[in-house]
């Protein structure tokens, strides 16, 4: 027999009928597609999660950072020492800025005489505590303190504690005081 055949249409082929066709499936690209949208959500949601973090964490430095640089400046504000006015008042003077420098500046004489006047005085702050965040980067803290003084005989303590509203600016890498309010 002869490789080559008559082929008769009435006669079914020898190769069988052709297989049906597979219907395409469409669950796998489905699920592929629907897992790549879960997957680039989640990523989006983290991404925020961790701009929002980092954003609280630099917040929360700076905060402490005010806080001890606003606690360390009031008890040195709030302890005069009569026999080193002119210390003080220099010491007190370097770490002011703006307007508290213009008006600590202006009263400067009156400050000097008033601390060699005085008695010794220590000055500790009871608590402080952000305020408010402002907008130019200052940071507004309320801070309560106690000024103990004796009489000039020793006998005598005398106690009075105090509320300050305290602006502190970032000046570069160092803190500086640029209002200072007695609340009332």
Known sequence: MSPRRKYDEAEEPGFGAPPPRR??????PLA??????????????????????????RATITDVAALGYVRSFMTEFTSPDPFHANEYADRILAQATADFAEQYRQNENAILVGVAQSEPTTGTVLDAGISRRNDDGS??????TKFTSKSPDGKLVMERANRWVVTAEQEGDRWKISSLIPMI
Do not use: G, P, Y
């Open 23 to 28: 219907q395409r499936r469409w669950d796998l």
């Open 32 to 57: 592929v597609t629907v897992a790549a949208v879960v997957a680039a959500t989640a990523i989006t949601l983290c991404a925020m999660v961790l701009v929002a973090h980092e954003k609280q964490s």
């Open 139 to 144: 940071v507004d803290v309320l801070v309560v």
